[in-house]
């Protein structure tokens, strides 16, 4: 009866050293750098960030900061070029847009996820018109597509833009 416990004891042993084994910590060994946690042993950048070049984990909006020189065509105003420039916003993907249409004296605001923007609909300082759209960015160059509203009268155009980072 001793052999048969033993005997027992040592097969269901076994059979949890080898479980164990199975389930081997893939992360124990790697250290991650900043703004990256790992995963299956793979060092994955939070939320809001993504490698570089360097492999470093950078948020996401970083590659939107800059000046600009836009390039925009309007249905109703035509086309124009002016300067404007993206500023880091309150939130890891959140960035403020300067002199948006060259009209906006408030910054408008963008909301960042991977290559893309989106500027939710939001009016200008002075209430007259409104301005919603959406855009992706490719190297140095952030293509959009917006309307900009008149609010008093609902009348809208739209306006297809390249803004070229300095």
Request: negative net charge; hydrophobic residues 35%.
């Amino acid at each position: 009866m001793k052999i048969n416990h033993f005997l027992i004891s040592a097969c269901f042993f076994s059979i949890l050293l080898v479980l164990s084994a199975c389930n081997e910590d893939k992360c124990k060994n790697v250290v991650c750098q900043t703004n990256a946690n790992c995963m299956d042993g793979d060092c994955i950048c939070d939320q809001g960030f993504e490698k570089d070049a360097q492999d470093s984990c950078v948020l996401v909006r970083d590659k939107f900061i800059g000046t600009y020189q836009a390039n925009e065509n309007c249905n109703g105003s035509g086309n124009s070029s002016y300067a404007l420039s993206i500023i880091a916003g309150n939130s890891n993907q959140e960035v403020l847009i300067n002199n948006f249409w060259n009209y906006f004296s408030n910054r408008v605001v963008g909301t960042i996820s991977e290559n893309s923007i989106t500027i939710p609909a939001q009016n200008s300082s002075d209430d007259i018109f409104s301005v919603e759209g959406n855009g992706t960015i490719n190297g140095n160059a952030l293509t959009l597509n917006f309307t900009i509203t008149e609010i008093s009268t609902g009348e809208s155009e739209t306006c297809n833009a390249t803004w070229n980072k300095n």
